[in-house]
């Protein structure tokens, strides 16, 4: 058999990784690993935005990235974009010329859900163990926290402490000094201190330390003895800034395992380790390999297997927003026939166009559980800032934009917040919803006639049964109100009869 590959591209705030999976008979092999050190967010604290040096370094990555997906299907590939493209106020612009370079879509993800894909990679890249785990990823603009017991997460947090962040700050001239490590201790202590009671410590608690800045500093630790090679130690990473501190300067971070790219921000990583070491009270942290870009890949290769985490989050939303769930199964199972229909000629054909549908449908009144007067806007809301997990943000924010248009006014204009790719076919997704949700408006158990919808650029029309549009004189006041907000939209909407 021709084993199925994936891919996975982390675009971190300092490195940039792509790792290569190959499927085959159930199991996953990595056949591929790549590093670049990118130092995206060189800059981003005093600018707000990406220099042009750390964008042409990015762009020239993501290029020879690129050349080895160029023949993968977009749906074996998943880039995403951490704490740097969160947060750079060019992050789309820049993104636009990323994708490009990489030839496949880069989704820009929360930080609590890289923290919850971090948790994914590590958990598959250690022993199963029965206890809490507490996993550490300490990045170039972010450290991300994560409580969890077998596959499910506890706790979720994202900081804004990144080795990158904190060199620049502390350390700018390259100088390591008492003061400076002092005043980076400090900072880290501060961002931590607010989330420590979501992190106690548990008998049965065994903490994990994932990517460069814990890799290295466990590496340099057990090449010069100050570990026995079962874990990073408090005293251990106090003993290590005593050393640099006496080394006096970046340029003179000679040390074994430490490369030189590494030692650049070293120093601003090791102060958030030996703060979270000391605030959470760990004995001792274990290293693991897996990380963000381990749990992408993990996660790809759970879809495939049709066990999707966004499916899971749609049903745990459902539940907690009390969703009718007989009235989400009649309008999505309309919403499924009128895209059938129309899906060649709408451009609404790959697989996501059809689930984003299918969830916007299911979710679609969760803002009743606030108010029923304006609950689009609610659910809208709710949709767009909840921690989903395994939605990324483009997803998020295509998933809020059907659940506002749902009824009333069709905003054209909020379309513009969505990507690119997305603006037209959302549209066209949310006027399949909107006539779902009308013609369910009654929430009635009986089914729906066989009804006839045609969608082409920016004309829809729709042909019912003449008896059944005659019996049900309310539907057809709503589908010709319906013809208006859809004009001002800029759409046309026909409905035709047919005699059984």
Not at 14 to 19: Q, R, V
Not at 387 to 394: A, E, K, L, T
Request: aromatic share 6%; proline share 3%.
């Amino acid at each position: 058999d021709t084993p199925e590959v994936i891919a996975a591209v982390d675009l971190g705030s300092n490195s940039f990784h792509m790792i290569v999976g190959e499927l085959r008979h159930g199991q996953l092999t990595i056949i591929d690993r790549l590093r670049e050190t990118v130092r995206l967010s060189e800059g981003l604290e005093i600018t707000g935005t990406l220099s042009e040096a750390a964008k042409q370094r990015a762009l020239e990555c993501l290029s020879r990235f690129g050349e080895r997906l160029r023949n993968m299907r977009a749906s074996n590939v998943r880039a995403a974009g951490t704490s740097t493209m969160r947060r750079a106020r060019d992050a789309r612009t820049f993104g636009g010329d990323a994708e490009r370079a990489l030839g496949h879509p880069i989704e820009i993800i929360s930080g609590a859900e890289e923290a919850r894909l971090i948790y994914d990679g590590v958990l598959h890249s250690m022993p199963r163990y029965p206890g809490h785990r507490l996993v550490l990823d300490i990045g170039g603009g972010s450290t991300e926290l994560i409580l969890g017991h077998g596959e499910s997460t506890k706790a979720l947090e994202s900081l804004h402490l990144g080795c990158v962040a904190m060199t620049e700050r502390y350390f700018s001239n390259g100088e390591i000094t008492p003061d400076a490590f002092t005043r980076a201790r400090v900072a880290a202590r501060l961002e931590l201190l607010p989330v420590k009671a979501f992190f106690r410590e548990a008998p049965d608690l065994q903490a994990i330390g994932s990517s460069g800045t814990i890799l290295a500093t466990n590496t340099v630790a057990r090449d010069i003895g100050l570990v026995d090679g079962t874990g990073l130690t408090l005293q251990a990473v106090e003993s290590l800034i005593e050393r640099i501190i006496d080394l006096g300067t970046v340029g003179n971070l000679k040390l074994p395992g430490l490369s030189e790219r590494r030692a650049q921000v070293w120093p601003g990583g090791l102060a958030i380790l030996v703060e979270v070491l000391q605030v959470l009270s760990i004995p001792r942290m274990q290293v693991s390999d897996g990380a963000l870009r381990e749990g992408l890949l993990y996660e790809m290769l759970g879809r495939l297997r049709h066990e999707d985490a966004r499916e899971r989050t749609v049903r745990a939303m459902a539940s907690r927003y009390h969703v009718d769930e007989r009235q989400a199964d009649r309008v999505s199972a309309c919403a499924h026939a009128f895209h059938q229909q129309c899906a060649g000629n709408w451009d609404l054909t790959s697989d996501l166009a059809y689930s984003m549908l299918s969830w916007a449908a299911r979710l679609h009144e969760i803002g009743l559980d606030i108010s029923h007067d304006g609950y689009q806007r609610h659910g809208a809301y709710i949709a767009a800032n909840a921690d989903m997990p395994g939605f990324p943000w483009s997803e998020q924010a295509l998933l809020a934009f059907l659940i506002a248009n749902q009824r009333r006014q069709l905003r054209v204009s909020s379309s513009r917040r969505l990507p690119l790719a997305w603006r037209r076919k959302g549209l066209r997704l949310s006027i399949l919803l909107r006539l779902a949700v009308l013609i369910n408006r009654s929430r009635s158990s009986v089914p729906l006639p066989e009804i006839r919808l045609r969608g082409s650029g920016r004309s829809v029309s729709l042909a019912f049964p003449e008896v059944w549009l005659t019996e049900n004189p309310l539907t057809l006041a709503d589908l010709q109100r319906e013809q208006e907000y859809l004009q001002r939209a800029g759409f046309t909407l026909t409905v035709d009869t047919v005699r059984a």
